[in-house]
């Protein structure tokens, strides 16, 4: 007899955990209420420096070069703009625009001082990943690069357009890492033998980190919890704030008790609230840079 499909009981992204470990109300503003939020120059930003460096692949080796990269910001921004022309409303002149596609070049130019694409050949570029937990809980998300060395070890690296965190922050900025190689480890049976985060903000930094089977699991019970800990948020209607210096940048902060606001009602939760599969390519979360 064929193995049993799991039911599915829902869907997490490395992003969504993050928010609901950062704050459940947040969690709940953008999962289940789905309330808007205005572009960010500094996600939009990160978006357009993400899609360069996908970008810059396509040119054969000897061509990707600092100068190219840089060439193909102003392309990626007006692509951007035509799915989305109120990104255009993010400045208030012209001069601003000039100042912000000035500091994306600064980090599309600091990538080139952290390695040399010149050298690589990645297996897969924003590739999608989607894998089932014995429970029934999905995890997916898109990794921004999937290296193949020659002996079949693979290297997960992700970009991030923020400064490198500090010591007492590097767990939390590799859950994302784990998270995928949770992922990939479940798809294929093999444990990725480098996770590589490669911070182009402040100074330039790569952080690297070999997991083993013993991380994953970890993982994997860590992502079981916080579903555990959605649901019950789920079925008892309750998602308290989590007061933190994040609170600045937070788009909801006007509807936050913490700060004297009021949530608006909880929609009533349909089939399938929290295992979409969609991704807004346009817009990459704030907290890349945060």
Same mark, same amino acid.
């Given at each position: 007899?064929?193995?049993?499909?799991?039911?599915?009981?829902?869907?997490?992204?490395? &992003?969504?955990?993050?928010?609901?470990?950062?704050?459940?109300?947040?969690?709940?503003?953008?999962?289940?209420?789905?309330?808007?939020?205005?572009? &960010?120059?500094?996600?939009?930003?990160?978006?357009?420096?993400?899609?360069?460096?996908?970008?810059?692949?396509?040119?054969?080796?000897?061509?990707?070069?600092?100068?190219?990269?840089?060439?193909?910001?102003?392309?990626?921004?007006?692509? %951007?703009?035509? &799915?989305?022309?109120?990104?255009?409303?993010?400045?208030?002149?012209?001069?601003?625009?000039?100042?912000?596609?000035?500091?994306?070049?600064?980090?599309?130019?600091?990538?080139?001082?952290?390695?040399?694409?010149?050298?690589?050949?990645?297996?897969?570029?924003?590739?999608y990943v989607?894998?089932?937990?014995?429970?029934?809980?999905?995890?997916?998300?898109?990794?921004?690069?999937?290296?193949?060395?020659?002996?079949?070890?693979?290297?997960?690296?992700?970009?991030?357009?923020?400064?490198?965190?500090?010591?007492?922050?590097?767990?939390?900025?590799l859950f994302?890492?784990?998270?995928?190689?949770?992922?990939?480890?479940?798809?294929?049976?093999?444990v990725p033998?480098?996770?590589?985060?490669?911070?182009?903000?402040?100074?330039?930094?790569?952080?690297?980190?070999?997991?083993?089977?013993?991380?994953?699991?970890?993982?994997?019970?860590?992502?079981?919890?916080?579903?555990?800990?959605?649901?019950?948020?789920?079925?008892?209607?309750?998602?308290?704030?989590?007061? &933190?210096?994040?609170?600045?940048?937070?788009?909801?902060?006007? %509807?936050?008790?913490?700060?004297?606001?009021?949530?608006?009602?909880?929609?009533?939760?349909?089939?399938?609230?929290?295992?979409?599969?969609?991704?807004?390519?346009?817009?990459?979360?704030?907290?890349?840079?945060?």
């Amino acid at each position: 007899m064929p193995p049993t499909e799991p039911t599915i009981i829902g869907a997490l992204s490395p &992003s969504r955990a993050g928010d609901f470990m950062t704050c459940p109300l947040l969690y709940r503003f953008r999962v289940i209420d789905r309330l808007p939020e205005p572009p &960010s120059p500094a996600a939009v930003r990160g978006t357009m420096v993400h899609s360069v460096l996908e970008r810059l692949y396509d040119l054969p080796a000897a061509e990707r070069t600092r100068d190219a990269a840089v060439e193909l910001l102003e392309p990626q921004w007006r692509r %951007l703009l035509a &799915s989305e022309p109120s990104y255009e409303d993010m400045f208030t002149d012209e001069s601003e625009r000039a100042e912000w596609l000035s500091q994306a070049a600064v980090m599309v130019e600091r990538y080139f001082t952290l390695e040399d694409p010149t050298r690589l050949e990645p297996a897969e570029r924003e590739l999608y990943v989607e894998a089932t937990l014995d429970n029934g809980l999905v995890l997916r998300g898109y990794i921004d690069r999937l290296d193949v060395a020659p002996t079949g070890e693979v290297r997960v690296v992700d970009y991030k357009t923020g400064s490198a965190p500090g010591p007492a922050f590097e767990a939390k900025a590799l859950f994302q890492m784990r998270f995928y190689a949770l992922a990939l480890w479940r798809l294929h049976g093999s444990v990725p033998r480098v996770l590589q985060l490669m911070y182009l903000g402040g100074q330039g930094e790569v952080l690297r980190y070999a997991p083993d089977e013993a991380d994953l699991l970890a993982t994997e019970r860590k992502v079981r919890a916080l579903w555990t800990a959605i649901e019950r948020a789920m079925e008892t209607g309750e998602w308290p704030p989590r007061p &933190s210096r994040l609170c600045d940048w937070c788009n909801y902060r006007e %509807l936050c008790p913490q700060y004297g606001g009021t949530p608006p009602p909880l929609p009533e939760r349909q089939p399938g609230d929290t295992v979409r599969s969609t991704r807004r390519r346009a817009v990459r979360a704030a907290t890349d840079e945060l």
